[in-house]
């Protein structure tokens, strides 16, 4: 007899800091984030998600005149037109927690989603699809 036990699916908390960050995108004009969570499906942020948001906040207040796109990206699982879309509406949530409760102004920000068009690793693996499924902040300058 084998006992099969479920458990949740590690998230290891992966937290940028915003020099880092400002270092990243001075060098290639984007950064690839991989501390934002959403629920399942959804676009609810998780609480995991306020360290890197915080930095990216503390992004923008170090460089005043930064303007940024904020782009979703999603894995292959699921349809085109579903992951695109769930990917914008992921992007245009982390905006506007940027935005409510981390006071950065609204007009220094834009979202974008791009769905599975652009991976940043295989989707054959498990470790691939976590690679793809990522914010990216990108430099509007």
């Known amino acids: ?9 590690e998230q ?10 400002a270092k990243s ?3 290639s004009g984007k950064i690839a984030l991989y501390g934002i969570f959403f629920a ?5 942020l ?20 930064l303007k940024i796109v904020v782009v979703g990206h999603t894995d292959n699982q699921g349809g ?5 879309d769930l990917s914008k509406r992921r992007a245009a949530s982390v905006q506007a927690a940027l935005v409510k409760r981390f006071q ?3 007009a220094r920000l834009k979202s974008a989603g791009v769905g599975m068009v652009a991976p940043a690793a295989s989707n054959e693996s498990e470790a691939g699809r976590a690679k793809n499924r990522r914010v990216e902040i990108v430099s509007l300058d």
């Open 104 to 106: 950065v102004e609204a």
């Open 1 to 9: 007899m084998n006992i099969v036990e479920p458990k949740a699916r």
């Open 80 to 84: 085109f037109d579903h992951n695109m």
């Open 25 to 27: 995108i001075d060098a």
């Open 12 to 21: 290891k908390m992966v937290v940028v800091k915003a020099e880092d960050m």
């Open 46 to 65: 998780t609480p995991e998600s306020d360290p890197t948001l915080a930095e990216i906040a503390a992004l923008l207040k170090s460089k005043p005149d």
């Open 40 to 44: 399942t499906d959804k676009t609810d």
